[in-house]
């Protein structure tokens, strides 16, 4: 199986991943990247301190940058949601 760096970009530095993560492939190393962020803001989210985490760069084993994920993209969906529950609630019951 492939191994992927998932160096973090905290606070304007780069943060080097050294053991990577062995994932199937690129789509999967990106999911991993993606939970990652997730639990780092929510995290953030729980303690009141604001989130430094900016992305998550995927390497390959030779350094070179195949994806980067960032924390806009890592939330986005679940903010559609939330936002989308809260949309409903706010109208009220629908009369059927």
Not at 26 to 44: L, P
Not at 64 to 71: C, G, M, R, Y
């Amino acid at each position: 199986m492939p191994l992927y760096y998932m160096h973090v970009i905290e606070d304007g530095e780069r943060l080097l991943d050294v053991e990577g993560t062995e994932s199937s492939d690129i789509d999967t190393a990106r999911a991993v990247a993606i939970r990652g962020i997730r639990s780092v803001v929510a995290e953030s989210f729980s303690t009141g301190e604001p989130c430094s985490i900016a992305a998550v760069e995927i390497c390959d084993e030779d350094g070179n940058l195949l994806l980067p994920v960032t924390v806009a993209e890592a939330v986005e969906t679940p903010l559609k949601r939330l936002l989308s529950i809260v949309q409903t609630s706010a109208q009220g019951p629908s009369e059927t």
